[in-house]
């Protein structure tokens, strides 16, 4: 049983949203995901999806980009992205997931006995470009990231795999909030994604503070799902 993780699928099967418009390593790029999946993943393993799984507006159009990943080998973990327009009301989200897709919100999922899968969106650090009404969503960000943390803690967890859609913080800068959170909960693995292209380079990779950091956006990834080491979480 191993657990993989990708994010920003920004499927849109169903839809008219072309991604090649964002450079030829789009082109047919929900292809390459499934070649690359079902050469890495077995129905035992688990894959994180960390956030933007597809660009549907509402929750029945999103049902082709479900049934693509449903199609595809393990069980799936989702976690909210910034364009996850169709992912409103949890209830109905979980109601509408395919047998072997999960969603994570307020809460957490157990990978295993040991470990338990936690985060949430995340937000736009303070101080990058950040507005009041930014800093209002940040501090809620927080908050969910604590209730995940502290509903698994109480449930006899100590060990944790946090997934973020945004970084917790860019690259070389102060940490913000989810940093100081994940340290008090002692969280050895950070996953999140969101930067495309160009701002790759302001991903931070690598161990912070007895953090380990992992990005994992799917054009980063060469649309390949990372196989996570628990060895020493």
């Not at 069980?75 to 072997?100: C, E, T």
């Not at 509903?151 to 070389?172: C, E, N, S, W």
């Not at 991903?203 to 390949?224: C, H, P, V």
Request: hydrophobic content about 40%; some cysteine.
């Amino acid at each position: 049983m191993a657990l993989f993780a990708i994010s920003d699928l920004h499927l849109s099967l169903g839809g008219e949203k072309p991604m090649d418009i964002f450079g030829g390593e789009w082109v047919d790029h929900h292809l390459k995901i499934k070649e690359n999946w079902e050469k890495l993943v077995s129905d035992d393993d688990t894959v994180i999806l960390g956030g933007d799984l597809c660009w549907a507006m509402k929750l029945e159009e999103a049902q082709q980009d479900f049934n693509f990943i449903h199609g595809l080998p393990g069980r799936k973990v989702l976690f909210k992205g910034n364009h996850d327009y169709w992912w409103q009301s949890y209830s109905k989200v979980i109601k509408a997931l395919p047998g072997s897709m999960f969603a994570v919100q307020n809460n957490y999922l157990a990978y295993d006995d040991d470990i338990a899968l936690c985060g949430t969106r995340g937000w736009i650090v303070p101080g990058e470009y950040c507005l009041e009404q930014d800093e209002k969503i940040f501090r809620r960000e927080k908050m969910r990231l604590e209730m995940s943390l502290a509903k698994a803690q109480d449930d006899g967890f100590k060990k944790f795999i946090v997934t973020l859609h945004y970084p917790p913080f860019i690259r070389y800068e102060e940490e913000e909030g989810f940093a100081v959170i994940m340290k008090r909960y002692n969280v050895k693995i950070c996953l999140y994604g969101h930067l495309h292209g160009a701002d790759h380079r302001r991903a931070f990779i690598g161990e912070r503070d007895g953090i380990n950091y992992f990005f994992i956006s799917s054009d980063y990834l060469n649309f390949k799902p990372l196989r996570l080491d628990l060895n020493n979480i």
